[in-house]
């Protein structure tokens, strides 16, 4: 069965570092989502992206985050100056068509800013 | 103002003792309702869509129901492996585009 996947699994990172957070969605979906989870808390959403700009982002992601698709199979979510409350773990989600459903989610980055 | 609320928050059963768990949700046009089930440390795993009021979908022993207002899953004769967190998330659109709104989940833990 078609997975996402991402990596890597989980990220130490200093405090102000950027990180880079990296998905590969599956291959003939056409929509591309980044949620976070902080511990004990709800799935959030990111951003959305399809056809190759960003289509709605949520409060959370300020000018701090940003997403690319840069060869037309990796999608990542990049943190440019990461804070403690950035501790979280990140998902990357794809959907093939809106009429289908289904959004499959990747396994997660658990990233953890010291 | 979207909002999907999960109950209970958490809930023990033992081994074949079925219940079931409620998400109830407020939004402005409802465009699918879906389960996921969540292992500690793992993305959500995609159960049910469910689309219209009355509708209901089954997967061994799970079965998801519909209302306008609520979402109900049904869980027979539960084994330890279904231990998990199912989440419930409603999927809005804005501007043409979609996303998924979670709600914060049902902690199940089967006991044998």
């Known amino acids: 069965e078609p997975e996402v996947t991402q990596t890597p699994s989980h990220q130490v990172t200093q405090m102000g570092q950027e990180v880079i957070l990296r998905c590969v969605p599956i291959?003939?979906?056409?929509?591309f989502y980044w949620y976070r989870q902080i511990l004990g808390q709800k799935v959030e959403f990111l951003v959305s992206f399809y056809n190759n700009e960003i289509s709605e982002k949520s409060e959370i992601f300020d000018d701090q985050f940003s997403v690319e698709r840069p060869d037309g199979s990796n999608f990542t979510l990049k943190i440019r100056s990461t804070k403690l409350e950035d501790s979280a773990m990140y998902f990357c989600?794809?959907?093939?068509?809106?009429?289908?459903?289904?959004?499959?989610f990747g396994s997660g980055t658990r990233l953890t800013v010291v | 103002e979207d909002q999907v609320t999960q109950s209970p928050e958490a809930l023990r059963l033992q081994e074949g003792e079925s219940s079931s768990l409620n998400c109830s949700y407020t939004v402005s046009g409802l465009r699918g309702l879906f389960w996921y089930r969540q292992d500690p440390g793992k993305g959500p795993e995609f159960l049910f869509t469910?689309?219209?009021a009355g509708e209901e979908k089954e997967k061994e022993r799970l079965k998801a129901t519909l209302t306008k207002k609520e979402s109900f899953l049904h869980i027979t004769a539960p084994k330890p492996e279904d231990s998990a967190t199912y989440l419930c998330a409603v999927r809005v659109f804005s501007g043409g585009y979609n996303k998924l709104i979670f709600g914060a989940g049902t902690r199940l833990a089967v006991h044998p």
């Open positions: 291959s003939n979906h056409l929509y």
């Open positions: 469910l689309y219209s």
């Open positions: 989600a794809s959907m093939a068509y809106v009429s289908l459903g289904g959004y499959t």
